[in-house]
């Protein structure tokens, strides 16, 4: 007897589709270079743009601001390269942007916020608090995405090394 599958037919096929979980990978791993990097130019102001919020002292504000590009930066690379670890940092900065812009929206910060451009411009419909919000959002449903992936697919704790596409297969067992 066969075994009913519980899912939709496409629903399976985007679930086993390697190049769907590759994809999202890269966006992600992408942006999260590219925010970094946009941070790395001029660093001083995302520390005032981090400071606006007013959730961290100046003096932490101002040692994220130095460090947190080059933790983006460095998790995306290991997302595009799919080295463990880095969706997990991934998951972890972004709720945490989550949690920063929720607490400005809910006390009514009208700000650019700092992901992607550090530069002190009035906020448009694209750089303010909510659009990132919803943003932020639809980043953690292509996290969500990247770890069903895996679990569907037995690699939970097993992402691929970086060096997977340049080893030669096997020669082994044939003859």
Same mark, same amino acid.
């Given at each position: 007897?066969?075994?009913?599958?519980?899912?939709?037919?496409?629903?399976?096929?985007?679930?086993?589709?390697?190049?769907?979980?590759?994809?999202?990978?890269?966006?992600?791993?992408?942006?999260?270079?590219?925010?970094?990097?946009?941070?790395?130019?001029?660093?001083?102001?995302?520390?005032?743009?981090?400071?606006?919020?007013?959730?961290? &002292? !100046?003096?932490? @504000?101002?040692?994220?601001?130095?460090?947190?590009? %080059?933790?983006?930066?460095?998790?995306?690379? *290991? $997302? +595009?390269?799919?080295?463990?670890?880095?969706?997990?940092?991934?998951?972890?900065?972004?709720?945490?942007?989550?949690?920063?812009?929720?607490?400005?929206?809910?006390?009514?910060?009208?700000?650019?916020?700092?992901?992607?451009?550090?530069? &002190? !411009?009035?906020? @448009?419909?694209?750089?303010?608090?909510?659009?990132? %919000?919803?943003?932020?959002?639809?980043?953690? *449903? $292509? +996290?969500?995405?990247?770890?069903?992936?895996?679990?569907?697919?037995?690699?939970?704790?097993?992402?691929?090394?970086?060096?997977?596409?340049?080893?030669?297969?096997?020669?082994?067992?044939?003859?």
């Amino acid at each position: 007897m066969r075994k009913k599958e519980l899912l939709p037919r496409t629903v399976r096929r985007i679930r086993d589709a390697r190049v769907v979980y590759c994809g999202v990978r890269v966006l992600l791993g992408a942006l999260f270079v590219f925010a970094g990097l946009t941070k790395m130019q001029d660093i001083p102001a995302f520390a005032a743009s981090i400071d606006s919020y007013g959730i961290l &002292p !100046t003096a932490l @504000s101002g040692l994220t601001a130095h460090v947190l590009p %080059f933790v983006e930066v460095g998790a995306g690379i *290991g $997302l +595009i390269a799919d080295i463990r670890g880095s969706l997990g940092v991934i998951t972890a900065m972004n709720a945490i942007f989550l949690v920063f812009l929720a607490r400005g929206i809910a006390i009514g910060l009208d700000i650019a916020c700092g992901c992607f451009s550090t530069a &002190p !411009t009035e906020p @448009s419909f694209f750089s303010g608090m909510r659009w990132a %919000f919803a943003r932020d959002v639809m980043f953690m *449903g $292509l +996290i969500a995405y990247a770890y069903w992936w895996r679990r569907a697919n037995g690699a939970v704790l097993r992402p691929l090394s970086a060096l997977v596409f340049f080893r030669r297969p096997s020669t082994r067992g044939t003859s």
